[in-house]
């Protein structure tokens, strides 16, 4: 099992996070050459080494044009939106962002008392920070570990200056951001801030258990600097290395619906998964008095649980919801690309011990098809990979 471990010790940051997993990638010119599908102008990427008390790290800088920064940041949600999904990064990467997004929307919101979309975000609004986070999502799907750990997240103390005066640090949308994601944080004795929005937004989309290190063989270690000089290395260090296959204990919640829409059920669904739901599915059952209903199923992990019971109580007219632990065992699994005759294809590499199995993605199945003008099963029963490794898909 690969596993990416953030050591958040001194804190996290949107720059912070692309300048540990360049590290990792081991490819400056991959990002860079990704950044521009977003088809956004206005700034310029620097990347350089920054030493912070005697170590050495990657610095990201987002440079702004000076006839740019005003304009960026009155950017609201449905705007970022509309940027991602109009851009050519890949779907998994917009998805990802996305969520990203909307961790910091909703906080924002919640501090401004307003409406999610009635909200001009500063930070989150400035193209820095789209920089930041569809970059975030961009190197996480590259690196495409099994999962995603981290420590617990120290923050400091005292006060900084925005753009709506002095706020004492953490400041309130991280602090709203780690309330609902139940990110596990805590002050140490420095004199600023060390967790924006931003790297707040980020990690409690990643992260599935916030603890130390766990038991692995390290393959690589990303040190991303940040931009101020502490009396701590301002240094967000990530791990990533092989772990054992182990089982993993979640979470299973049911819930039997006899009286909601399909619309309902199917937005309800769409909203579960875009929270953390690991799966969600509807089996068709008999209720009392013979109606036809429907048995909600949805597995996550614990720290998600009550996240996604407040979902399911708003969205449906569920007024009850049972729930049980067990444990999963998961096979080791890596995106690739293959040649075929309709294009490039993504594939699924999933190890199980000497045996490899691949399954085509979905998504890419799709986009080929329309792009050929072809039946899916086509593109489904195709020959695809090189002279050197050709792979049959099962039929």
């Given at each position: 099992?690969k ?12 720059n ?41 790290g ?25 940027i ?20 910091v ?16 975000f ?5 193209i ?7 970059g ?31 706020i004492?640090?953490p ?8 309330k ?39 393959d ?17 260090k990530v ?11 979640f979470?299973?919640m ?10 309902i ?38 720290a ?67 792009k ?13 990979g ?10």
């Amino acid at each position: 099992m690969k596993i990416l471990y953030f050591d958040c010790s001194s804190g996290i940051s949107g720059n912070m996070i692309l300048g540990s997993l360049l590290e990792i990638v081991g490819d400056e010119n991959y990002l860079l050459d990704e950044l521009k599908k977003l088809k956004l102008d206005g700034y310029k990427i620097e990347i350089s080494k920054k030493v912070k008390n005697g170590i050495t790290g990657t610095f990201v800088d987002v440079i702004l044009e000076h006839d740019n920064k005003e304009h960026h940041n009155h950017r609201n949600l449905e705007d970022i939106n509309k940027i991602i999904d109009e851009s050519l990064i890949d779907y998994k990467d917009k998805e990802l962002a996305k969520r990203i997004f909307l961790r910091v929307a909703k906080a924002e919101a919640k501090v401004h008392n307003k409406p999610i979309n009635d909200v001009h975000f500063h930070e989150v609004g400035a193209i820095d920070s789209i920089i930041d986070i569809c970059g975030t999502a961009i190197l996480i799907n590259k690196i495409n570990p099994d999962r995603i750990i981290s420590s617990i997240v120290n923050d400091g103390y005292g006060f900084i200056e925005c753009k709506h005066g002095i706020i004492s640090v953490p400041v309130p949308a991280t602090s709203e951001i780690f309330k609902d994601a139940k990110v596990k944080f805590r002050q140490i004795n420095i004199d600023t801030e060390l967790v924006t929005p931003t790297g707040a937004a980020c990690i409690a989309e990643l992260a599935t258990e916030f603890t130390t290190l766990p038991a692995m063989i390290i393959d690589k270690i990303g040190w991303g600097a940040g931009s101020k000089d502490l009396k701590i290395p301002n240094i967000l260090k990530v791990y990533y290395g092989e772990a054992e296959n182990q089982n993993q204990e979640f979470v299973v919640m049911e819930t039997n619906i006899d009286d909601c829409t399909g619309e309902i059920l199917g937005y309800t669904s769409e909203k579960l998964f875009q929270n953390g739901a690991l799966d969600v599915f509807y089996t068709p059952i008999f209720m009392k008095k013979n109606r036809p209903a429907y048995c909600l199923t949805v597995a996550c992990r614990y720290a998600d649980m009550i996240k996604l019971q407040n979902i399911i109580f708003k969205e449906t007219t569920t007024i009850g919801i049972r729930y049980r632990f067990e444990s999963r065992t998961e096979l080791g699994r890596e995106f690739i690309e293959a040649n075929t005759e309709y294009g490039k294809l993504k594939l699924k590499k999933v190890v199980n011990g000497k045996e490899i199995y691949y399954y085509p993605e979905y998504e890419s199945m799709k986009e080929l098809a329309i792009k050929n003008d072809i039946p899916l099963k086509n593109i489904l029963m195709s020959r695809y990979g090189d002279k050197e490794n050709k792979i049959t898909v099962e039929k």
